[in-house]
């Protein structure tokens, strides 16, 4: 008997991998569609029906590059922390509430914040590893961004926690309005943390030539790529699970995956500066406020 479990959990992991990936794939072809309307151009549309062997053909060329090892680099680490990025994400998606696991009821918040803190060590040396000045910089500017907007996230995830368990319960009503802007800033740190635009300073071509990932080719930069997408996704179905219902989540799950297309497309690029202005002055004293505001109260 157990086996069977064992052998069903294993099967059930594979699946959801395999699901994940192939929608990363697929996301990376609407995202350049959308993109290309956006900027009144045309997008992929040679490779079969409306180009969808791009994603594919995109792969195939990636893994079949030459897997070039910077001289003075840690190879070890320079080939194994692509992977380990990789699973950080994946691991996440077992909160996801199709896979009727525990966590998603239990623990799962916990187990989404100490999993995305694991993040920050993972760029952090994937940057160190490659022995490249501007890797280095990328890493350095990358952990700067995801700390700051990690501790406001974590934040918000505690505030809204405590709204539903108190004020719901004590009230009964949902204060709507209030809801909204802690959304709202939500969102920015879900851009924020997932290094996406207009907040992409760990790959800022102009200055850091692709930032902590510079030395990376073939199949660890695909690697390095799938978990920034999959992070984004579970990103977008983490806020979908906190404020809406549980019953449509997967509808507003595609509006936050579109959400973070949409901001690359439209707004420009923050400076590093601001950013950062944005997550201590702004964000932060404004959740803590509320917070200690509701938990006095």
């Known amino acids: 008997m157990l086996s069977f479990f064992f052998a069903e959990s294993m099967f059930n992991l594979v699946l959801n991998i395999i699901i994940i990936l192939i929608g990363v794939a697929f996301f990376t ?25 791009v994603p594919f053909a995109d792969a195939l060329k990636l893994i079949t590059k030459e897997n070039n090892i910077p001289q003075g680099s840690n190879k070890l680490l320079y080939l194994l922390l692509p992977l380990f990025t990789l699973m950080i994400p994946l691991n996440m998606w077992v909160l996801n509430p199709s896979n009727m696991s525990s966590l998603t ?44 907007y990690e501790v406001t996230m974590a934040i918000i995830i505690i505030h809204h926690v405590i709204i539903n368990m108190y004020m719901l319960k004590n009230l009964g009503v949902t204060p709507t309005n209030f809801f909204i802007i802690i959304m709202v800033m939500m969102m920015i740190s879900m851009l924020a943390e997932s290094n996406r635009a207009p907040f992409d300073f760990a790959e800022g ?26 992070m984004m996704f579970f990103m977008s179905l983490l806020c979908s699970l906190l404020f809406f219902s549980t019953h449509l989540y997967m509808f507003f799950f595609l509006l936050m995956v579109f959400f973070f297309i949409w901001a690359r497309g439209t707004l420009p690029r ?27 109260t």
Do not use: H
Not at 212 to 228: D, G, H, K, M, R
């Open 29 to 53: 072809l609407m995202e350049r569609k959308i993109l290309s309307l956006i900027q009144l151009r045309v997008g992929p549309n040679k490779p079969s029906y409306m180009g969808l062997l």
């Open 105 to 148: 009821t239990k623990s799962g918040l916990l187990f989404f914040l100490c999993l995305s803190s694991l993040g920050v060590y993972a760029i952090m040396f994937l940057g160190w590893s490659s022995n490249s000045k501007y890797s280095l910089m990328g890493a350095i500017r990358s952990v700067a961004q995801t700390i700051s």
């Open 205 to 230: 071509e102009s200055e850091l030539v692709s930032g902590f990932n510079t030395e990376f080719s073939s199949i660890p930069f695909v690697l390095i790529f799938l978990a920034e997408y999959t």
């Open 270 to 296: 923050f400076r590093y500066d601001q950013l950062m202005m944005m997550a201590w002055k702004s964000l932060l004293p404004l959740v803590l406020g509320s917070l200690l505001l509701i938990t006095s």
